[in-house]
């Protein structure tokens, strides 16, 4: 038996669909059944359903934006930084391993020497550096209190993106806004991050941190492309001249553009497609919204 | 009827002592009667008790001391950044005024002109600083949180102290180790501290935050000058050579040492001791451990 924690939440609805298909037993409770924020009642919640396997998507991400996050610093602390560590108790009480879904977004830019950042790179945008959101620092506290959590693996997603068209989906989001910042990012496709992380524990991966991103990079404007390619939308979006020119008129909180190395989970045997792929075939297979 | 939350700590005792010779109407929920960390919960429970006023004495300091917050993040997060966003959020549903607990140890050394640090100087050790210990981060973390909250004082208080023996009051820590670390500091009479922070409520202080320290600032030096001069204890501890070498051999986390101003406080009307003078009468009053 699986527990999937915020399975009401976008993630979450991906890790039940991909459950339900592929006739997985799991259950998701909701806030009226577990209080999950309690360690004894979600450690008895296991306990009482035989649970295997965890999987923590829950969080708090701010609506419509991060900027949310800002005004609701208690909401994302309880969400991001505090709640994976009464999961990881629990976890422990009940004696499962488990699975964190955490976030790219701990990382700003690229590697000095202009490489990605690999899973052993120390946070760069996070409250230690004092450059970040408030939720990034809460997503980066949430890592280092798992820091010696056994048998937990952290799964970072970044910017996620599908096939269906929908507010949170980072295609549609583009779609959406007049005006843009053009920045080079690391990208999850949210199907294949599902796939990856429930294969890190049916293949039995070591436990610990992978950046669970398609591989390579892209810029807002390679995506835009991508997008005026499909068919799908044509459009000539105007773009922020620079990040202080984005911060200024359109965002209370900075954010975190950054590409990630994801070779360790490749190299761990899972495939994932290369990012600009996956955005065609997204398009390519694009469900409008309804 | 006043709510005191954490009434079974160190300080929390403290609230409870003055309330009780004070004669003032109070309960101090425990944890099997109230969950703290559930904001409805909290929220009916000063509903249903008619509360006018609470006390957040509750937090997570660590045992024996602040190095345990190293060890158990997720407690340390829940009782220090978390809750103090919580019981904000619970008192503004209930509509009442509310104090919290906080620490002066957000900060570290003298202002760059010497000054002690005002309740306007932004936290210098603090996660944002990346120089801190957990705790310090969280309680910054905490202060930060209740930026925005209505009607709530935060108190910072300082490295405790009294006539009561024991091993959570400085003048008993200072007498038990055989070897010190020779720091300046701010610190702060346990009583004077309950009192004048209800003092705050009663004369109906603007709300905000106050430093809640003893006028001055001691070395650790001097301290052990005015225990030896009070005969209580004769000995001759030995000190560290320095910071760094007593993060070598005796701690894992750094130590905030700091000198607040607490002229806010006395200059709306509250009186409190100066540093020196409360020590030598804490010592002169001394109540032994049995």
């Not at 980072?170 to 005006?179: A, C, D, Q």
């Not at 005026?228 to 939308?233: A, L, M, Q, Y």
Request: hydrophobic share 35%; charged share 25%.
């Amino acid at each position: 038996m699986i527990i999937l924690l915020g399975g009401n939440g976008y993630v979450g609805g991906a890790y039940r669909e991909y459950l339900q298909r592929s006739g997985l037993d799991f259950i998701s409770p909701g806030r009226r059944e577990l209080d999950c924020a309690n360690v004894d009642q979600l450690t008895d919640f296991l306990r009482n359903n035989a649970a295997e396997f965890l999987i923590n998507a829950a969080g708090y991400t701010g609506k419509p934006n991060v900027d949310a996050c800002e005004e609701n610093k208690a909401d994302c602390l309880l969400g991001n930084a505090l709640l994976p560590g009464i999961v990881g108790k629990a976890c422990a009480a009940a004696e499962i391993p488990w699975g964190h879904v955490s976030s790219g977004c701990l990382y700003g830019g690229r590697r000095s020497d202009g490489a990605g950042f690999t899973e052993e790179d120390p946070p760069n945008f996070s409250f230690r550096q004092n450059n970040c959101s408030f939720y990034s620092g809460c997503k980066a506290l949430g890592e280092e209190v798992l820091e010696n959590a056994p048998r937990c693996y952290i799964w970072r997603l970044r910017i996620p993106f599908d096939e269906k068209d929908g507010a949170r989906n980072y295609l549609t989001k583009l779609m959406r806004y007049e005006k843009l910042l053009d920045v080079e990012n690391s990208l999850s496709h949210l199907g294949e991050f599902v796939h990856a992380t429930l294969q890190c524990w049916q293949k039995k991966l070591s436990f610990g941190t992978y950046n669970m991103t398609n591989p390579g990079s892209v810029t807002t404007r390679e995506v835009v492309k991508l997008i005026r390619e499909s068919g799908i939308k044509q459009w000539e979006p105007s773009y922020f001249e620079s990040e202080a020119d984005f911060m200024k008129i359109a965002a209370k909180t900075p954010r975190s553009s950054c590409v990630l190395n994801s070779a360790k989970i490749i190299e761990a045997g899972i495939s994932l497609t290369p990012v600009k792929d996956a955005i065609r075939d997204s398009l390519k297979n694009w469900q409008p919204e309804v």
